[in-house]
């Protein structure tokens, strides 16, 4: 294990703090390409979740449950972008 010399070398390392900022930038731009889902099939989808058939569904935040198959994620996103998919198939 290496001390810390109380030192910031981020300006030692001009490359990786472009290389965050670019990494920034880039998942802002796939953010923004990101499909919505029709208002109708969100509604369908949280309808399926909240009765799911495979008992993944955990509310508050709404997600879906990793211990049981499930993908573990919350949820409030996933129902809003089209090219989303139930792990389990139910929509
Ligand atoms: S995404 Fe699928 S598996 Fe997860 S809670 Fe919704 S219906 Fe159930």
Request: charged letters at 25%; aromatic letters at 6%; hydrophobic letters at 40%.
């Amino acid at each position: 294990m290496v001390a810390w010399d109380g030192a910031c070398h981020m300006s030692d390392r001009p490359g990786l703090m472009l290389r965050a900022v670019g990494g920034a930038i880039g998942i802002a731009k796939a953010v923004a390409r990101v499909e919505p889902a029709e208002p109708a099939e969100v509604a369908r989808r949280i309808a399926i979740c909240e009765a799911c058939p495979s008992g993944c569904y955990l509310e508050r935040p709404s997600r879906c449950d990793l211990a049981k198959g499930g993908c573990g994620c919350f949820l409030s996103a996933k129902w809003r972008i089209a090219s989303e998919r139930c792990p389990k198939g139910h929509w």
